[in-house]
């Protein structure tokens, strides 16, 4: 599957799949945007502010259930038999949710809408990771991740039009919210029939004659497109049957072997969760409320609210892998919990006008959208490989809990009582819940920047099968090396050698000088709600090294048989829109950093002047 070329196939593995974070942005933001119109007079539901904030909670309490239920499930029947029911209970919730006549009714739907959502966490992040080759992983992952506030923005135009008493009926624009969300769900589903059961899973669960079906499948397809024999597989691995950890083997990994660790993610996990729930959800009665803002209004406010969210992780993202993890993510936390504080203050002194609170909020969440997905991106680096994905599921799911059930429900019966003080004392209460998680990456936080995952938590499996680090390097050479002449052991061993100092070289490129403080997106862009995601391994790292190893020497090959050619030409002749989005535009800026093509133009290339059998 690694070896693939970029294709059709993939495309509509990240529509249907990736689209899910797309629909949960809308959902979250229309329903934040939505909520002042479900408690006015002839909305057709009798609601209160207090009810939406347990809405909300209720909401989240469901997605927290749903991560560690269905995290457990997809391990065990599979990544497409879940993420196939997972979204069917998202759309039938959603849609009954519209013909909500009672908080009982509304509480009932929104809690399983939640389990929905939840679910679709682990089962869509496994099968995605299965599905996507190794050199695109990275990049397929960010910006599907950072697809959770394009869906917000969309979110609060579509609410736009629903909340126009001109267009619809006060009692039925916001009901038609909800229905949008079912009718998006139904449309990935028919997309999603197409995408195949991982053969990963299937191969690791002894179903070795159907996972080769649909390899055998998508080759035929792949080589169809691209009209080119693939390239043979690698070296074989041998496997072992994999059983489901449960959550106490997990819970007691955590504490036992890492609770240091464990502190620190659950401090992460509970500060973003409870000022992230409890202002996303409340901001619209909030908005209404306190500043006098028409419910069709609102969701301007919520877009503003988004474009900060979105800007934080794009920008200060590469800050995380070059200044590094331990200054990023306390900085981020400690900046945005004193800018909540500041919100308090002012609040508190009747001193904010509608400008300026919108200001100050989409400020704070532009640092707090980082350090909320940095929360994602350190528990998923920190622990073992075994108990990576439901280690997230599990600290997603208590640290939610804790912080993003009370934090709703608390600021929904603080509006309701109509007292700014108690408003000021929710957000004191998130800026605290923040600077904690601050003082904990502080004291606990780990410099995971640029390290192997098998660095910083040694696989469980390794431990107890080899337990000297030496010898499995060892076995794993030996693998590699096995049927090769010793021309091929040769070139290997150099191969490895160029790929190292390339590494080591991008590295130092992307650390130096004030380039290290260049915006854009870096490991740490994930979507606030995200469960159940994982880092990219180190094995994978190591394949998508050699798969740009071998693009750059594609390139430079290419250069000096055509001599001086045109940006698109080079592009036809090595193949690289098989590469994969983006991939031939990073390997021609590398090879032309290293010097092994050089640029005579915007749009010229040729072969370098140096020697290249030097």
Same mark, same amino acid.
């Given at each position: 599957?690694?070896?693939?070329?970029?294709?059709?196939?993939?495309?509509?593995?990240?529509?249907?799949?990736?689209?899910?974070?797309?629909?949960?942005?809308?959902?979250?933001?229309?329903?934040?945007?939505?909520?002042?119109?479900?408690?006015? @007079?002839?909305?057709?539901?009798?609601?209160?502010?207090?009810?939406?904030? &347990?809405?909300?909670?209720?909401?989240?309490?469901?997605?927290?259930?749903?991560?560690?239920?269905?995290?457990?499930?997809?391990?065990?029947?599979?990544?497409?038999?879940?993420?196939?029911? %997972?979204?069917?209970?998202?759309?039938?919730?959603?849609?009954? %949710?519209?013909?909500?006549?009672?908080?009982?009714?509304?509480?009932?739907?929104?809690?399983?809408?939640?389990?929905?959502?939840?679910?679709?966490?682990?089962?869509?992040?496994?099968?995605?990771?299965?599905?996507?080759?190794?050199?695109? @992983?990275?990049?397929?992952?960010?910006?599907?991740?950072?697809?959770?506030?394009?869906?917000?923005?969309?979110?609060?135009?579509?609410?736009?039009?629903?909340?126009?008493?001109?267009?619809?009926?006060?009692?039925?624009?916001?009901?038609?919210?909800?229905?949008?969300?079912?009718?998006?769900?139904?449309?990935?589903?028919?997309?999603?029939?197409?995408?195949?059961?991982? *053969?990963?899973?299937?191969?690791?669960?002894?179903?070795? /004659?159907?996972?080769? @079906?649909?390899?055998?499948?998508?080759?035929?397809?792949?080589?169809?497109?691209?009209?080119?024999?693939?390239?043979?597989? =690698?070296?074989?691995?041998?496997?072992?049957?994999?059983?489901?950890?449960?959550?106490?083997?997990?819970?007691?990994?955590?504490?036992?072997?890492?609770?240091?660790?464990?502190?620190?993610?659950?401090?992460?996990?509970?500060?973003?969760?409870?000022?992230?729930?409890?202002?996303?959800?409340?901001?619209?009665?909030?908005?209404?409320?306190?500043?006098?803002?028409?419910?069709?209004?609102?969701?301007?406010?919520?877009?503003?609210?988004?474009?900060?969210?979105?800007?934080?992780?794009?920008?200060?993202?590469?800050?995380?892998? &070059?200044?590094? $993890?331990?200054?990023?993510?306390? =900085?981020?936390?400690?900046?945005?919990?004193?800018?909540?504080?500041?919100?308090?203050?002012?609040?508190?002194?009747?001193?904010?006008?509608?400008?300026?609170?919108?200001?100050?909020?989409?400020?704070?969440?532009?640092?707090?959208?980082?350090?909320?997905?940095?929360?994602?991106?350190?528990?998923?680096?920190?622990?073992?490989? #075994?108990?990576?994905?439901?280690?997230?599921?599990?600290?997603?799911?208590?640290?939610?809990?804790?912080?993003?059930?009370?934090?709703?429900?608390?600021?929904?019966?603080?509006?309701?009582?109509?007292?700014?003080?108690?408003?000021?004392?929710?957000?004191?209460?998130?800026?605290?819940?923040?600077?904690?998680?601050?003082?904990?990456?502080?004291?606990?936080?780990?410099?995971?920047?640029?390290?192997?995952?098998?660095?910083?938590?040694?696989?469980?499996?390794?431990? /107890?099968? #080899?337990?000297? *680090?030496?010898?499995?390097?060892?076995?794993?050479?030996?693998?590699?090396?096995?049927?090769?002449?010793?021309?091929?052991?040769?070139?290997?061993?150099?191969?490895? #050698?160029?790929?190292?100092?390339?590494?080591? $070289?991008?590295?130092?490129?992307?650390?130096?000088?004030?380039? @290290?403080?260049?915006?854009?997106?870096?490991?740490?862009?994930?979507?606030?709600?995200?469960?159940?995601?994982?880092?990219?391994?180190?094995?994978?790292?190591?394949?998508?090294?050699?798969?740009?190893?071998?693009?750059?020497?594609?390139?430079?090959?290419?250069?000096?048989?055509?001599?001086?050619?045109?940006?698109?030409?080079?592009?036809?002749?090595?193949?690289?829109?098989?590469?994969? *989005?983006?991939?031939?535009?990073?390997?021609?800026? /590398?090879?032309?950093? #290293?010097?092994?093509?050089?640029?005579?133009?915007?749009?010229?290339?040729?072969?370098?002047?140096?020697?290249?059998?030097?």
């Amino acid at each position: 599957m690694d070896r693939l070329p970029w294709s059709r196939f993939h495309w509509r593995i990240v529509i249907g799949l990736g689209a899910v974070w797309i629909l949960d942005g809308l959902e979250v933001t229309i329903v934040g945007a939505i909520a002042s119109r479900m408690t006015e @007079r002839g909305s057709g539901i009798d609601l209160t502010a207090a009810d939406i904030g &347990t809405a909300a909670a209720i909401y989240v309490a469901g997605a927290c259930l749903g991560a560690l239920i269905f995290g457990q499930l997809t391990d065990r029947y599979g990544r497409k038999k879940l993420f196939m029911i %997972t979204l069917m209970i998202y759309v039938i919730a959603t849609v009954l %949710t519209a013909l909500a006549f009672a908080p009982w009714y509304l509480f009932l739907f929104r809690f399983l809408t939640g389990m929905g959502i939840g679910g679709e966490y682990a089962a869509i992040n496994s099968a995605i990771d299965e599905l996507i080759p190794a050199r695109n @992983r990275g990049q397929v992952d960010l910006a599907i991740n950072g697809s959770y506030w394009l869906g917000s923005a969309i979110g609060s135009v579509v609410a736009l039009a629903l909340l126009s008493t001109a267009l619809f009926p006060m009692h039925v624009g916001w009901r038609l919210a909800f229905g949008i969300g079912g009718v998006l769900g139904v449309a990935i589903m028919l997309v999603r029939r197409n995408v195949p059961e991982s *053969p990963r899973w299937l191969f690791i669960h002894g179903r070795e /004659e159907e996972a080769e @079906r649909i390899v055998d499948q998508i080759e035929a397809e792949v080589r169809q497109e691209t009209g080119k024999e693939l390239a043979p597989p =690698g070296a074989s691995i041998t496997i072992r049957q994999r059983d489901v950890i449960p959550f106490r083997e997990i819970a007691r990994v955590a504490m036992q072997r890492y609770p240091r660790r464990a502190i620190l993610g659950l401090a992460l996990f509970i500060g973003q969760a409870f000022l992230y729930n409890a202002v996303t959800f409340d901001l619209g009665t909030i908005l209404s409320g306190f500043f006098g803002v028409a419910s069709g209004a609102v969701p301007y406010f919520m877009a503003i609210f988004a474009l900060g969210n979105f800007l934080g992780p794009l920008l200060l993202g590469r800050l995380f892998d &070059t200044v590094g $993890r331990i200054p990023m993510i306390s =900085g981020t936390y400690f900046v945005s919990a004193g800018l909540t504080a500041l919100i308090a203050v002012l609040f508190m002194n009747g001193s904010l006008t509608t400008a300026s609170f919108m200001t100050l909020v989409a400020l704070t969440f532009f640092f707090a959208s980082a350090g909320a997905s940095s929360a994602y991106l350190t528990v998923s680096e920190v622990f073992p490989m #075994e108990t990576r994905a439901l280690a997230i599921s599990l600290f997603f799911a208590v640290g939610t809990a804790i912080g993003g059930i009370t934090g709703p429900a608390l600021f929904g019966q603080f509006i309701h009582s109509g007292n700014p003080s108690l408003v000021a004392l929710g957000f004191f209460i998130g800026a605290a819940a923040m600077a904690l998680g601050g003082v904990a990456e502080l004291a606990f936080g780990v410099r995971a920047e640029q390290q192997s995952l098998e660095n910083i938590a040694m696989p469980l499996t390794a431990e /107890e099968a #080899e337990a000297d *680090p030496a010898q499995q390097a060892v076995l794993v050479r030996a693998g590699r090396e096995a049927g090769l002449s010793e021309e091929g052991r040769r070139q290997l061993h150099e191969r490895d #050698e160029r790929i190292q100092l390339r590494s080591a $070289r991008r590295r130092d490129w992307e650390r130096s000088g004030l380039r @290290r403080f260049r915006p854009g997106p870096g490991n740490s862009f994930y979507s606030p709600g995200m469960a159940a995601t994982t880092g990219t391994t180190s094995r994978y790292a190591a394949m998508a090294d050699r798969d740009r190893d071998q693009e750059i020497e594609d390139l430079a090959r290419a250069a000096d048989q055509q001599g001086p050619v045109s940006r698109d030409k080079l592009e036809q002749v090595v193949g690289g829109r098989w590469w994969g *989005p983006g991939r031939f535009g990073a390997a021609l800026r /590398e090879a032309v950093r #290293e010097g092994v093509i050089k640029r005579f133009s915007d749009d010229k290339y040729g072969p370098a002047d140096d020697n290249r059998s030097s």
